[in-house]
């Protein structure tokens, strides 16, 4: 084996790398300079406007731009779906305007008139019989391992069962999706996208366009939010870019809202029935469920019950796609997983309580069912956050006991994630005057990928962060994966490290003889190249970049790269609610969220950290107040908006606690994504400290006040 | 939204002037909040909106003979920093004070307040404030969740939105109308009234007056609260609202006045529960009677039952919160 | 498709058209056909009412401290002005209703929505963007705040945060958590910074009482 140079410091050398650095694109943002695709004006620009279907099913019979076309301003009209074309959706795309301005693109479009044959539609799956009788429910997929019926027979067991359900839920990123488009030659063209690939957008530019993708140069430098649901450039980039060239203009379309929040991405929902059995001790024994649930008209790839506790030695789950006229199904953050965990932890804490077991007990016990080895992660985490959330003090067992309307409960939830990274390339540079470079065709989603990417180079060479200039956001750079599945930090960090490294080691080869000590025996750091273990013989980095003379150093780090693996993949997590609940009205308040959150090696804690408190925030906002609302008469999104499209706000949170577990046992695993796993547990946890509180178990996500009353009436507490 | 023109009259006459005799051709913008939203929903369509920022005596809060006068371009801001409000009509304060955000308070005025249209989403989808379709109600076959559990018998389903006028109306407010007939002056109850047609509009109001100020009596004497039920701790809609206005003599309710929000068509005054806590001492009991009586003769939607439960509790805080706690 | 476009090239007025700040190729703005129909409804008598549009016409919009002349239709709100026609893109356009607080901006001081307010109705005030606050680099201790809490992750509700918080803080130079419940709660983020945010408000209101370099 050739000895292996790549490798993350020792905790001991690390200057940067763990500690809690303020991201490098933070003064842009916090002062509004910075330039998100949305704010993008070129010179002659103009705007394009969508006319959309206001149907959930329906075929297009009849598209008249004629009135359109003749509109003042108007520069081209392009029918997307003509005479013919089955609509599944309502919001789906019909005609795209463009215009000198934007408010003669909307005249434009209230001016196109499209007739319609509207056709039969199912919006609402929560009741699978409907689905069924409609046609639209898919003929079920099974799995099963032991006699799960004969354990349930036994008498020895406790077996628990219920109902839980978790609904379509939307992206709602606050920056639309959409691209200015720009053609900067017969066949080339830029487009200025919010994206979560850059460099992936160019091939499929180019495939949809007929050109070279080497001709397409995507830029993003700023991304208002993606959360899974930004890796196509989807239809309106290609009729954009195709009205660009018509046009001979640059052409600005990003959705408005309404159609940004109908049809920009569904996360699937998930509703199931399970019937769950333990021995007495709660060593889980038993498994079952008839899952079903919708993405869309599309089937879907179906959600994988239990969940985490996996190795449950009988077992039999079912799950059953629905297609529904909802819009399409797009990667939500974690995808699958916070439905997987709503459903499976709520069901286990009801198993729980049926065993007056206290449940965090219950899952420590239980851990080990866990793939990859977790199980001794899990207990760690779960005693951290048991003792941060103060568990002991405020848990009880199911419904308050306290007078009065105010009743207050504690939930526990549990939940995994791959990780690795994606591939990534790393052009480093180091110029003669000193100067430091990395450049990337990553993206930065405000996960602080930049912020890793400096860190990195900066802790390899011994410099400060503003040491090093980090280039992103554009697909001239050297390719990067799209940022999906928390794979962008193990990507960029991989690449950056091994770029790095040989571009440090290059350096103390080049000043080696100046300083009269062997390359190897030199070190790189506090901005000085000398002598390790003598720092009489050094030189500051300025000095040592001059040695150089006019030659600069690049060096290209890939990802994957040669041994060892800097990176790899499965964390765990365990999050704790503490809520309190007015039986009165059925109102829920967070008191306080708890989350204990591995991720192998912490580049930077502060944006690690601000990672989990924004999914605990993202996911007390789906479990309290998020749903898509569709419409079984008018078969439309009855609050495409962000007044009845409820996102949480900053009175809705509560405290929040996050701990972030390193050290022995967690850094030598290498780096670990991070945006998705502290967004899974959330909802499960929130909706099991309800039922702490209550005694009772609001079967389905979100927690409004009708659903909570509904639950009390049947059996609460109250 | 369509193209309109821009009229900023500098007097009330002119604005009158300015105004058409039908709905659907002009409209007054005061502070935009929600005429502005309503025409980008092609929800309303004016060819001309009339602006009545211009006109200089619309703002102020004055105390003249012991009525309260806020003049109808006050900002809710102003309303709820003038000093005799908070002194003396505290619920007013507490209404506005429910209002998110900041920024609403400071562009959204007490007149519009008053006459903003409302939020039910087949509405503001375009399907029209009754939102029928082969004469039936779209809201009764489709999601009411949010919709009307008392005076819904009729076409209309929708809930009056504003947050103050119960508040406004459990203090037996009037409002000053300019029309070219001169000036009239209505209970502000008066002002709302519930469609039975298409084309109707949910105020009385007619389209060529202008609402100009809003007159509260003297309320020494009267203890007012009001309570607010909503999921979310800012930016959302209430789902219900309880303004009460009392008169105590000894520890016991001589006079009420109660009045609900967002639970019908129009601020639903509720005389059953007024009478239920009159001639009574305020206790959880008494109090949770008046809230029984308020919802006694509700008759809730498919999906919005819960509103009945929710009403009868912010009734019951709202006499628990006047009568201080 | 052609010819007209040169017609309405030759028939445009006076004053700012968005082509003009976006240093275009001279390709004009339609809207001067459509001020001809500017008087449909209006009498002679009612002209005196400062009756205008519905076509382009000038509006004067003091921003930043600087005057801007444009030709813009009664409808366009100030948002859009801002944005569209004077790239002055700190506010940020996302719901387009009120209800999120990325557009917010101070007029005469106080923090509105941008995008409910009719830019034809700012004439006459002082409108301030996030833009001010950062003139000449020099970050404003609300934003410097937010960077050293990691107040943002993709900062597209951020600069709409910023200049609430700018405005919360005159209005509470001294917060408490309550202050911030009631009185910062017209704003939305989606990544879901406000932890981050709350403790960024808290340091600026130290920052800010102990006199730290503030442009405000």
């Known amino acids: 084996m050739p000895e292996c140079k790549y490798d993350w410091p020792a905790a001991d050398d690390r200057h940067l790398i763990g500690t809690r650095i303020s991201r490098i694109d933070g003064p842009a943002k916090s002062s509004g300079r910075a330039k998100y695709t949305l704010d993008i004006n070129l010179p002659g620009m103009l705007f394009g406007k969508m006319v959309t279907c206001p149907y959930a099913h329906a075929k297009v019979t009849s598209v008249d731009t004629s009135a359109a076309e003749k509109m003042p301003g108007v520069r081209a009209v392009q029918v997307i779906q003509g005479p013919g074309k089955e609509i599944q959706w309502a919001g789906d795309e019909v005609v795209e305007v463009v215009a000198d301005t934007e408010e003669q693109a909307e005249d434009a479009v209230r001016a196109v008139k499209v007739q319609y044959e509207q056709l039969p539609f199912l919006v609402n799956e929560a009741v699978l019989s409907k689905a069924q009788s409609a046609n639209r429910a898919a003929k079920p997929s099974a799995t099963t391992q032991g006699d799960p019926e004969k354990v349930f027979n036994d008498p020895d067991m406790v077996v628990s069962e219920g109902e839980y359900g978790i609904p379509v839920i939307v992206h709602c990123c606050l920056e639309p999706h959409g691209h200015v488009v720009q053609w900067t030659g017969p066949q080339n063209m830029r487009s200025y996208s919010s994206s979560q690939g850059v460099s992936v957008y160019p091939a499929q530019f180019a495939e949809a366009l007929n050109i070279p993708a080497s001709n397409v140069q995507t830029i993003c430098q700023y991304i208002g939010g993606g959360f899974g649901s930004k890796f196509s450039i989807d239809r309106w980039g290609v009729t954009t870019a195709q009205l660009a060239k018509q046009t001979g203009k640059p052409v600005k379309y990003l959705l408005q809202r309404s159609h940004e929040v109908e049809v920009a991405g569904c996360r699937p929902s998930g509703f199931a029935r399970i019937k769950v059995a333990a021995k007495k001790d709660g060593t889980l024994t038993a498994w079952e469920s008839d899952c079903w649930g919708t993405g869309g008209p599309a089937p879907s790839r179906g959600l994988e019950l239990p969940y985490v506790l996996r190795d449950i030695p009988n077992y039999v789950s079912r799950f059953t796609s629905v297609g529904a006229n909802i819009g399409p199904a797009r990667a939500w953050r974690a995808p699958n997983h916070p439905q997987q965990a709503l459903l499976t932890m709520s069901a286990l804490d009801d198993l729980a309580a049926k065993l007056n077991m206290d449940p965090v007990e219950f899952f420590s016990k239980n851990a080990d069912l866990a793939p990859q080895n977790l199980g001794k992660v899990y207990r760690e985490e779960l005693q951290k956050a048991a003792e941060l959330a103060e568990w002991s003090k405020y848990w009880h067992p199911r419904g308050d006991k306290t007078p009065g309307h105010i009743k207050r409960g504690l939930g526990v939830s549990i939940h995994t994630w791959g990780g690795r990274g994606h591939a990534s390339n790393c052009q480093l540079t180091i110029e003669p005057d000193g100067s430091v470079t990395a450049e990337l065709a990553s993206q930065d989603l405000g996960t602080g990928t930049r912020t890793v990417i400096a860190i990195v180079a900066a802790d390899t060479l011994g410099l400060p962060v503003e040491g090093v200039t980090v280039r992103i956001g554009d697909s001239h750079y050297p390719y990067d994966g799209p940022s999906g599945g928390s794979t962008t930090v193990g990507g960029v960090s991989s690449s950056t490290r091994r770029a790095a490294v040989d571009a440090r080691d290059q350096l103390f080869a080049a000043v080696a003889p100046a300083l009269s000590v062997p390359a190897d025996q030199l070190a790189a750091a506090g901005g000085r190249i000398q002598a390790k273990g003598d720092s009489s013989k050094s030189l500051t980095w300025k000095q040592a970049c001059q040695k150089l003379g006019m030659k600069r150093i690049q060096t290209h780090g890939k990802n994957p790269g040669p041994c060892p693996d800097l990176i790899s993949s499965g964390v765990g997590g365990a999050q704790i609610a503490d809520v309190s609940v007015d039986t009165e009205t059925g109102m829920v308040k967070i008191n306080r969220m708890t989350a204990a959150q591995d991720c192998g090696l912490i580049i930077d804690m502060k944006t690690a950290e601000s990672q989990v408190y924004g999914a605990l925030i993202m996911g007390i906002g789906y479990a309290l107040f998020e749903e898509k609302i569709m419409d079984n008469v008018t078969g439309r999104m009855l609050n495409p908006n962000m007044e009845f499209y409820k996102l949480a706000g900053i009175g809705d949170i509560g405290e929040l606690k996050v701990h972030m577990m390193t050290g022995p046992g967690y850094d030598e695993r290498g780096v670990i994504g991070l945006g998705e796993p502290p967004v899974i547990s959330p909802g499960a946890a929130i909706s099991n400290a309800v039922a702490n509180a209550l005694g009772a178990r609001v079967p389905s996500l979100p927690l409004s006040p009708d659903k909570v009353l509904a639950a009390i009436q049947k059996g609460g507490m109250a | 939204m369509e193209r309109f023109e821009y009229a900023s009259p500098k007097s009330r006459k002119e604005a009158v002037g300015l ?280 008759t809730p939607l498919s999906m919005n039952g819960y509103k009945v439960q929710l009403t009868r509790v912010a009734v019951k805080r709202a006499i628990l919160k006047a009568r201080g706690a | 498709m052609k010819d007209k476009k040169k017609k309405v090239h030759n028939q445009e007025t006076g004053g700012v058209s968005r082509r003009d700040f976006l240093r275009g190729t001279g390709v004009a703005v339609s809207g001067a056909i459509l001020a001809g129909e500017g008087t449909a409804l209006a009498s002679p008598q009612e002209a005196s009412a400062g009756i205008r549009g519905p076509g382009e016409v000038p509006v004067t919009l003091r921003v930043n401290g600087e005057t801007k002349r444009l030709n813009l239709e009664p409808r366009v709100t100030l948002l859009d002005a801002l944005r569209d026609r004077l790239d002055i893109t700190g506010s940020k356009r996302v719901c387009d209703r009120g209800t999120c607080g990325a557009c917010t901006m101070l007029i005469d001081d106080k923090p509105v929505y941008g995008c409910t307010v009719l830019a034809i109705e700012a004439e006459g005030h002082d409108v301030t963007t996030i833009e001010h606050f950062s003139k000449g680099g020099q970050l404003h201790p609300v934003m410097s705040a937010f960077v050293d809490h990691d107040a943002q992750q993709c900062g597209f509700c951020t600069p709409g945060f910023v200049m609430a918080c700018i405005a919360f803080l005159k209005a509470h130079p001294n917060p408490t958590q309550e202050d911030i419940k009631k009185d910062l709660g017209g704003n939305l983020c989606r990544c879901g910074t406000y932890a981050g945010i709350r403790e960024a408000v808290m340091q600026a209101a130290k920052t800010m009482s102990t006199g730290g370099s503030s442009n405000a």
């Open chain 2, 19 to 298: 105004l058409g005799s039908e709905w659907g051709h002009t409209e007054v913008i005061a502070g935009g909040t929600d005429l502005v939203g309503a025409m980008k929903d092609y929800a309303v369509t004016p060819k001309r909106v009339v602006s009545l920022k211009h006109i200089s005596d619309l703002r102020g809060v004055r105390v003249r003979s012991g009525e309260l006068h806020i003049g109808s371009m006050t900002t809710l801001r102003e309303v709820m920093d003038d000093h005799a409000v908070k002194q003396n009509y505290p619920a007013v304060y507490e209404a506005i004070e429910e209002i998110h955000g900041e920024q609403i308070r400071n562009m959204a005025t007490a007149g519009g307040s008053l006459l903003q249209r409302p939020r039910c989403w087949y509405y503001r989808l375009g399907y029209g404030l009754l939102a029928e379709r082969d004469g039936k109600s779209m809201v009764s076959e489709g999601d009411n969740r949010y919709h009307a559990i008392l005076g819904n018998s009729g076409p209309a389903k929708f809930v009056s939105p504003s947050t103050l006028a119960p508040v406004l109306i459990a203090l037996n407010a009037e409002v000053a109308l300019d029309g070219p007939g001169g000036v009239r002056r209505i209970a502000l109850e008066k002002l709302y009234t519930t469609p039975t047609e298409p084309g109707q509009r949910e105020h009385t109001l007619r389209p060529n007056e202008i609402l100009t100020e809003v007159i509260v009596p003297h309320a020494a004497g009267v203890r007012s609260a009001m309570y607010e039920l909503r999921q979310k701790e800012e930016l959302d809609w209430p789902l219900s609202t309880a303004a009460v206005a009392l008169e105590l003599s000894g520890g016991t309710v001589r006079h009420a006045r109660i009045v609900l929000g967002h639970v019908a068509p129009v601020p639903w005054v509720s005389p059953e529960a007024s009478q239920a806590i009159e001639g009574k001492t305020i206790s959880e009991e008494t109090a949770d009677a008046a809230g029984q009586a308020a919802v006694r003769n509700a």
